[in-house]
């Protein structure tokens, strides 16, 4: 049985710092293609960043410079750090799992940026 289970959401100050975690299991995650993606009530959802199996990283420009994607194999474990956030970082963020035909997604965690 696949699970994403995210962890590490909440409330944080503009030019704050959160970390979100993603742990992974019933699936091989060393060849999968891990990421993150958001959606902000109102809109469509797009993608934060992604990390593949030999460890190149794309990022969405709105975040660039100030997210930082990871994964430790060893643990099933994907990670984005988000620093300096800003209000309009504000969304429901979702781990992801794509290996071609097959995707998975978390249920999702809640980032709140506000003063």
């Known amino acids: 049985q696949v699970q994403l289970v995210e962890s590490g959401g909440g409330l944080a100050q503009p030019g704050g710092s959160l970390r979100l975690s993603c742990a992974a299991s019933g699936f091989t995650f060393s060849i999968y293609v891990m990421g993150w993606y958001r959606q902000a009530p109102g809109k469509q959802r797009e993608l934060v960043a992604v990390?593949?199996?030999?460890?190149?990283?794309k990022y969405a420009d709105s975040v660039k410079g100030r997210f930082t994607i990871s994964r430790d194999n060893a643990k099933n474990t994907v990670s984005l750090q988000m620093d300096s956030l800003k209000p309009e970082d504000t969304a429901v963020y979702y781990c992801?799992?794509?290996?071609?035909?097959?995707?998975?997604r978390g249920q999702g965690t809640q980032v709140t940026v506000s003063s």
């Open positions: 992801s799992a794509d290996l071609g035909t097959y995707r998975y």
């Open positions: 990390i593949g199996s030999d460890g190149s990283i």
